[in-house]
């Protein structure tokens, strides 16, 4: 399968198309070999418009809003980020499932991410500039937030319900502001739900 070709189509027919504008991002879209990253017997929908299987719990996310969620933090070269090596960032990547860290493992320390298997209740380190999560979350992550630096950004769906909402938050001198983005309907992470509570 040519990957360049189907990686061109990916940004020409999902990404520019929903208003990401920023050709930085576009670009560092052009070169992120997706097919690396997902299981590899399903490699051949890395592209598609499809949320495309990592492991049993964990999932690429739509490139649409992958890109609008990045163009939306606003990512800058040299700022410590979980994400984004191709646009000039220093990135490390936490995950809980170390299935998914190995399949990904070569690609991501190729383009210099760090890679931390930790438990996702919270970042490891502090000072972020940018935190971002590709699967959803079903409450806010104060601990994520509260680990960014005072200007800092996280970009995440929240969602309880058959549709979440894509939000930026902006860590204040004060807390955080927070804004809506669009819908989204990723895969919620699990370990992150709260505990069922009953009240007598």
Known sequence: MDFQTARKAMVDSQVRVND???????????TVPRETLCAPDRAFAAYADAEVPVTATRRLMLPRDLSKLL?????????????????????????????????????????????????????????????????????????WLDALKVGGRAVLVERTGPVGKAMLHVRTEDGWSRRQLFDA????????RPEPAFNL
Do not use: F, H, N
């Not at 990401?20 to 052009?30: G, I, K």
């Open 20 to 30: 990401v504008t920023d050709r930085s991002l576009q670009a560092a879209l052009m």
């Open 71 to 143: 163009m939306a933090a606003a990512p800058r070269p040299l700022e410590r980020a979980l994400v984004l090596a191709e646009m000039g960032l220093d990135v490390t990547l936490q995950d809980s499932d170390a299935e998914a860290l190995a399949l990904s493992k070569a690609t991501l320390e190729t383009a210099g991410v760090t890679l931390v298997e930790a438990a996702l209740d919270r970042p490891q380190g502090e000072g972020w500039d940018l935190i971002v999560s590709e699967a959803a979350v079903p409450v806010r992550p104060d601990a």
């Open 185 to 192: 309907t990723p895969p919620v992470l699990e370990e992150l």
